[in-house]
């Protein structure tokens, strides 16, 4: 069984940086893909950042590009979402996801509460 922990979230000012943690264990697929999304209050739940394939090529949301950096360190299998110059509208619940790519099966964390306000 697959299961992803996020931490690392909280109260953060206007400007301010925060490095979320997603802590995997469990049988994980080979070359899954790793995600971070956002669910701000009332809206849907948003891509922000994506590791995939073998060498790990990163993607990121047009929102975050040049602020959030993702990572993975398969040693420890942590993958960690490093957001820098935070902005009142990142606040949102945090989410990790692993993807197959060879059978589709997903896993989520539970989420873990960001908060950009002054």
């Known amino acids: 069984q697959v299961q992803l922990v996020e931490s690392g979230g909280g109260l953060v000012q206007p400007g301010g940086s925060l490095r979320l943690t997603c802590a995997v264990s469990g049988v994980t697929p080979v070359f899954g893909a790793y995600e971070w999304y956002r669910q701000a209050p009332g809206k849907g739940r948003d891509l922000v950042a994506s590791i995939t394939g073998a060498a790990g090529s990163t993607n990121y949301a047009d929102s975050v590009k040049g602020r959030f950096t993702m990572s993975r360190d398969k040693a420890k299998n942590m993958v960690y979402l490093q957001m820098n110059s935070l902005k009142p509208e990142d606040t949102a619940i945090y989410f990790c996801?692993?993807?197959?790519?060879?059978?589709?099966?997903?896993?989520w964390g539970q989420g873990t509460q960001v908060t950009v306000s002054s």
């Open positions: 996801k692993l993807t197959s790519p060879l059978t589709g099966d997903f896993y």
